[in-house]
Every structure is written in structure tokens, then in C-alpha cells.
């Protein structure tokens, strides 16, 4: 007989009788199946724990990579954004070729650079001076930058090459790190700089030769290295990763950044991740390891061990075994199901963080199956609800590309428009990817939007090229309106013609009524002038109150036409302002465009030119410059002689030679008399005589630079002045009436004197009398300051005035110089030797010294003897020799 079973299953102290052909069970006792019982259950306890560990930090491996992608996405995007604060600044220096410091200042207040980018240490433009060397002449912010102004860049090698990759590749550059000037020297290697070129205008050159040769700087931005990295990666990764990002272009390894605090245990090579970064020529390593041993990731608390062993013990019992098991089953996979959840939020918060839109789609049809926070608050909540990637592309060649693109095609920084679902529209780059996530293929799309970036870019453009008070197109624009019409009439386009309007007296109206005024008439012709133009023309303001009018197919007729209309309703405008009013005129000057091989220069010289005949005849008129014309041939050459004559001061092309002025009586042996004659050295080394250009120096108001500069170089050097080497008893230096009229003349002249240590009394200042006549309140009151110090003044020219004498009792001079053409025929003219008697005998009256110039023979030499004239010089006494002190300057050997 079966008794009831006990809680073992077994009745104590009986066993059953097996039956016929069954298998007799192996016998154990009961504490032998609880202990075996118990043995698999702790076996699978810590099986079960070793899984967990090792789950664990499969997922903290997946989320570390999953950190490590974002830190370096990161990084990344903080170098375009670089590089898009550079291309800002390259737009606006491709739009103008002459950008100045101040502009330069304007734009960097405008970008505010630093308060998106803290670790921007300058912004810099480089100009260049030769084959590979560049100087640095502008630089903002100014402030804690003062080492840079004028640093070459072969002073820092790494920053040259940066700007010669940039120049060969028209691409940005990056330079290796080094120590910044700004930096102490215990710095380090702390900076790098991101270099973009500044090429000539033109179309973007094509070829590596091209790129070299029309380079004309260079634009950079120097960044403290340490702090760029720091600030572009996300704060999470600072919690979770030891990074190290090290420079390895060229297999040379030099540390850029190292996360702050204590290093991390050892990791091995499978928690470390090592990416590298390829960007504007240089290769960065980022090196990215937990802070923590994965190892150690799982709480002893939370460990599958404990309730493993607990579980095996109730197994051991055989009473809780199995909705233990199964409870303990279905909370682990509740656990684990709700870290995955939790890890795929981490990840979609990591997103939604980032300012970019970022956005997951189909490779098949497009869909949009993901958008981060960003691409949602631009695109539309509903952007994820099947919208197809290709339709927010403006532009359907981008839609087409897109839909056509398959795996190898690049999409890298695309400026693309994009349209939200409602129908807002902004600029973006764009790049796009295949990526692989789990076993599909999927379409990542990252996106910027870069809207203020270009408004401010087209903003920058704009005024680069326009005037701001008229509206109308600045001197520069109109120049490169100018260059491409020459360029099409030299290829067979229609004739052109440029109309050059200059205001008459417009300084009357700023004068009385203000700049102001001025002004709002400049604004009013503008209107008025633009009426008169056909579609097609250009019209801008070139400077002050001169206006530029480019006219296409244009005839010499038509344009004669459009310059008399011009000029008539400049006058016929009625100007009104503060109760009172005024008529305008303007002189307009033409010239044709119509042949090849004229230059800007050549036109706008040509336009300039007629527009000064017109004002010469008149004013309020309208001249047709004729290169046939002589008086046109003679002031254009006076202008080519004014524009030469303001750069040969500075390149020291100046020169003087003397003349002696020698006494015709006996008198004690005396140091020499002088005059000093101002020549010009010529471009090909040849000497001009000063009847070449004084009438323009005289014309356009240099003729009192030039005589500062001889009064200057003669009391600068008077002791080097004749070839002896004797110090001259007196030095006639010539002075102009246009001189005269400057009332700081006097103090200049006195101050110079005393600078140099000259004896007064050995100087003497000569003026035509013609010129002191015209001046005579001037001439007087300038007489009478140097001679107060002892100075001597002379009368050139005397005698070709109609009232000589008359001036004598009136002008405080001590020599008086007979005119030339009294001396030329005294020994043939007895009326001329009858003037230069009368002259010497009052000369001597009022105790001056006479000289007599032009003494070209021996026979007038004698005959001025026996008039008793004091002194001679001519050719027959002394030919003009070059001043000692600038004999090897003019290839003749010093004595």
C-alpha cells in the first residue's frame, strides 16, 4: 500500500514498488537533491550576475559611443561655425578691394564674434608683401592685440603655412598650434589660427597658379586651442569622459587639450574610443575613455547574485522555486526593458539639445522618421507625421540631386533655402548622409540656419558698394561698371559713354547754410539727375559733389544730348532751404568709350580733364574732350605733371643745383653768393628743368610744397651746399606768390633757421616783382619778419612791372635783380642799357645791391661794369652745378 506523500514528494520510511519494466530512479536522500538543487541554483546566481555585469557595460559602452559621436559632432560644428565667421568676413573684403581699418572695426563690431565664440583671441587681416610673407595690418579687437600690428607672418611659421595652404587650395586653413603673442611665454603652444585667402576681383581663380598670383592677403582668426575645444563639447561628456585631443598631422603628436581633474583608471582598448578629425588641412586624434571602470558599473545592490542566491535557496526548498523564478524572470525584463527605453531617451535628449536641426528619413522614400527639438520648433511639430526630406529643399535641382543621390555622392555645408510646413523660408547649409542604425539604412540630414548671416552678409555688400547719402552707387562700384564696359567695347560691344558732373560753387551752399544743406541737395540732384537716365545707365556719386553717369550704346551725338539735358536740369532745380533759396550749375565733362585698349585710368583722367575745360570756359557747360584739341593736350599734360609731382617728395626725386652770383667790382675776398634752382628727376633717371612742371605745380596749388622743400633741404644742409665746400655768404632761395599767401609761412621759415643753427644774414629770399606786387600786403608783412632777424629779400624780375620804382619806396627789400630781358641785348640796344643805367643808379640811391641776370657774353659783363652794377649771373660767369651733398645722389663723384 501508498501512504500520503510529505512535502518532499516521498512517504518516510517506505518506498513503492517499482512495476514491471520500469526504470528504477536513482535513490538520494533528500538533503543530497536540496544541496544539488541548491548548487545549480548558486552556479546559475552568478552565471545570471556575470550576464548582468557584462549587459551593463555593453550599454554603458553603446551610451559612451553614443557620447563620444556627439562630442566629436560637436567639435565640428564649432570649426565650421569658425569657418563661417571667416567666410562673413572674406565676403565683405571680396566685395571691395580696399576695405580700411575703420570698416574693418565696423564689421567686427557687427559679428560680435566673441559672444559666440569666447575663445577668440583676434580677428586679423594679413596684407601681402611678397611671394610667401604676409604682414598684419588690421586687427580687431584692437586691445590686448598691440603685439600683432605689423607682425610678418615668417615670424611664425605655422601661421605662414596656414596661409599659403589657404592660398593653393581656396580653402579654410588651419595652422599648427603654437604660442600666441598675446599669451605669456609659459603659455605653450596655446593657439592655432583658421586662415581663409583674399583674392584679387574676379572670377574665383581656377588654377593653383592663378591662386598664387592674384592672393593679395590674408584673413585669420587666432583662438586659444584649449578653451575652443572645452567650449564646443557638450557638458555631459565632462561628466562621463576623460578626453584628450592631440595634433597628429604629419605623424607628430602635439597635445591640444586634456580634460580637467584627476586622469581615469587604466582602460582598455575596447572602452577606448579614438576618433580622428580632419579638418582644414590638420588631423586631430580625440582620445575619449570612461572616468569610471566599467567594470565597477553594477551596484552591489542591484546585482542578480543576491536574489540568485536567494532563489536558489528557495529552489532548495521546492516551494518557492518556481514563482520565484518567475517573478525574478519577468522583473529582469522589465529592468532591462527599461534601461533600453531610458538609453533611447538619453539619446533623443542629447539631440534635442544640439541648435542644429537634425533629422532621420528613409533611404527608400524620404520619410521623415525622426527630428530633434530644433528641426521641430523650425520646421513644423508635425515635420516627423511622413513629411518627405526632398519637399523642405526651395530649389528643385537640390530636390532632384536629393532624390537622384546615392552613397558615394558628397553633400557637405550645401547654403540650400529651405521652406517649413508653414511656408516660412531661410537659409541653411546642409549635409547629408547615409548612416546605418540596427540592420536599415537610414538618411541623416544636419542642417544651419544661417539667415542673419547672410543678411548681414548682403548688408556688408551692399554698403561696400554704395554711397550712403545718395543711394546711389560709390566710386568703387562705378569704377568696376566702368572696367566691364571697357572690357565689352574691347570685344565688339557698343560704344559707351562716361559723363564726369562736377557742381559749380557748391562750397557757397555748405559755406552759408551748412553741411546739411548740402546734403539734402546732394540727395535732391541724385533724383533729379536719375530721372533723366535711360534703364540701362549707371549713375553714382564718385566723392563730394562729383557724380559719375556710365551711358551704354551711346553715340558722340546721343551722349552730347544726355550731358545738355543733365546740365539743364542741374539748373533749372530750385533749391529751398530755411526760407532761402538757390540755383545750382554743373560743368559735365564727356569722353567715348569706344575703342580697345583704353584703361580705367585713361578714361577717368580723359573724364576729368574735360570736366576742368569746362569749368575754365566758363563753368555751366558741357565739354567733349578731343585728344586733338592743344588746350586739351596742354592741361592734360599739366594734370600728368600735377599727379607726378605729388609722389616725388616722398621718393626723393628733388634736386638742386646753385648758380654763383659774382661781383662785377672790386671788392674784399668774400665767401660766394648762390642762388639755388629747384630740378626733377624723372622716372628713367633723366633731369627735368623746372620750366617743365612749375606752371602745374603753380596751377594746382603745389608750388608752396615744393618751396617748403627747398627752403628745408638749403638750411638743412648749408654748409654742404657749393662743391669747395665754402660756406655760402648768401643763399637766394625763390619764393612763390601762392607761397606768400600761407600766413604760417614766416614762422616755418623762422623756425627752420633756428633748428639748423643758419646765419640769417647769409640767406636771401627772393621773390618776382610781379608776384610781390600781386601779393603786396603779404609780401610786405613776410619781408618784415625775416628781415627782423636779419635775413635778406630780393626783388626778382625787376623792371618788368609797369610801376618799378614806384614799389621801391614801399617794398623792405635789400637786392634788386634786373629783369633778363634788359640784359639779353645791352650791348646792342642802347634804350635797354639806358633802363639798366636808370635801375642801378636808384638801386644805389636806396643803398640795395643790384644783380643782373642772364649774362650770357664777356662784352655785357664788361658793359654792366662800367653801369656799376654790384653782381652778374649767367652762363658767362657760372654755369649751374648739382648742391655738394647730393652729387652721388645724381651719379657725379663727391669732392
Known sequence: MRTSPDSDGFAPGLQAAPEVGDAVPLRLPAWLWSLLVLALGLALSYWTADRQRAGVEREQRVELRRLADESQTALVASLHACEMLLRSVQTVFLASEDVSATEFAHIYQALQPRSEFPSLQALAYARRT????????????????ERIFGLSLAAQPANQAAALASRDSNQVAMSAPFRLLQTPTHAGND???????????????????????????????????????????????????????????GGRTRQLYVSPGKAPPAATAQDRSVRELHYGGRSWRVTMQPLRSLAAAVDWRESMLWPGLLASVLLALLVWSV?????????????????????????????????????????????????????????????????????????????????????????NNVEAVLVSLGGDRFWATTSVAQVRVGDDQRMLMVASDISEQRQLTELLSYQASHDTLTELYNRREFERHVQRALHAVAHGAPA?????????????????????????????????????LR????????????????????????????AERLRARIEGHIYVWEQRSYTISASVGVVMIDR???????????????????????????????????????????????????????????????????????????DPHIELLLRLRDEDGRVVMPGAFLPAAERYGLIAQLDRWVVAEATAHFGQLHADGRTPGRCSLNLSGATLEDDSLADYVLGLIERHGVAPERLCFEIT??????????????????????????????????????????????????????????????????????????????????????????AIADILRQLGVDYGQGFALHRPEPVRYQRVLRGQPAR
Open 130 to 145: 611678397g611671394e610667401a610673407d604676409f604682414v598684419t595690418v588690421m586687427v580687431e579687437p584692437a586691445t590686448g592685440n
Open 191 to 249: 593657439g592655432v589660427t583658421m586662415r581663409l585667402p583674399i583674392y584679387s576681383s574676379g572670377p574665383p581663380p581656377a588654377t593653383l597658379a592663378a591662386r598664387r598670383a592674384r592672393m593679395r592677403g590674408s584673413i585669420a582668426a587666432s583662438f586659444h586651442v584649449h578653451r575652443l575645444i572645452a567650449d564646443a563639447l557638450p557638458p555631459a561628456a565632462f561628466e562621463r569622459l576623460h578626453l584628450v585631443v592631440d595634433d597628429v598631422t
Open 323 to 411: 514563482a520565484t523564478t518567475r517573478r525574478r524572470a519577468l522583473e529582469l525584463g522589465w529592468r532591462m526593458s527599461h534601461r533600453y527605453r531610458e538609453s533611447e531617451q538619453r539619446f533623443r535628449t542629447l539631440n534635442d539639445l544640439l541648435p542644429a536641426l537634425v533629422l532621420l528619413a528613409r533611404v527608400d522614400d524620404g520619410r521623415i522618421l525622426y527630428a530633434n527639438e530644433a528641426a521641430r520648433v523650425r520646421l513644423g511639430e508635425h515635420i516627423e507625421d511622413g513629411t518627405a526630406l526632398a519637399t523642405l529643399f526651395e530649389e528643385e535641382s537640390l530636390r532632384k540631386r536629393l532624390a537622384e543621390r546615392d552613397d558615394d555622392t558628397p553633400w
Open 496 to 532: 559707351c559713354a562716361l559723363l564726369y558732373i562736377d557742381l559749380d560753387q557748391f562750397k557757397l551752399i555748405n559755406d552759408t547754410s551748412g553741411h546739411l544743406a548740402g546734403d539734402q541737395l546732394l540727395s535732391q540732384l541724385a533724383l533729379a539727375m536719375a530721372e533723366q
Open 535 to 562: 534703364g540701362g545707365d549707371i549713375l553714382a556719386r564718385l566723392g563730394g559733389d562729383e557724380f559719375g553717369i556710365l551711358a551704354h550704346d551711346a553715340r558722340p551725338e546721343g551722349a552730347l544730348v544726355l
Open 596 to 670: 580697345g585698349g583704353m584703361t580705367l585710368r585713361e578714361v577717368l583722367s580723359q573724364a576729368d580733364t574735360a570736366c576742368y575745360m569746362a569749368k575754365d570756359h566758363g563753368r555751366n557747360r558741357v565739354h567733349f574732350f578731343s585728344e586733338q584739341d592743344d588746350e586739351t593736350i596742354r592741361r592734360r599734360g599739366e594734370m600728368e605733371w600735377a599727379n607726378r609731382l605729388r609722389w616725388v617728395i616722398d621718393e626723393q626725386r628733388l634736386l638742386l643745383d646753385y648758380q654763383e652770383v659774382r661781383p662785377l667790382q672790386p671788392r674784399p675776398q668774400q
Open 769 to 858: 616783382e610781379t608776384e610781390a606786387v600781386r601779393n603786396l600786403p603779404r609780401a610786405v608783412r613776410f619781408f618784415e619778419r625775416v628781415r627782423a632777424i636779419g635775413c635778406q629779400v630780393s626783388l626778382d624780375d625787376f623792371g618788368a612791372g609797369m610801376s618799378s620804382f614806384g614799389y621801391l619806396k614801399n617794398l623792405p627789400v635789400d637786392v634788386i635783380k634786373i629783369d633778363g630781358s634788359f640784359i639779353r641785348d645791352l650791348d646792342n640796344d642802347p634804350m635797354s642799357r639806358s633802363i639798366v643805367d636808370a635801375i642801378s643808379e636808384i638801386g644805389h640811391q636806396r643803398g640795395l645791391d643790384v644783380v643782373a641776370e642772364w649774362v650770357a657774353s664777356d
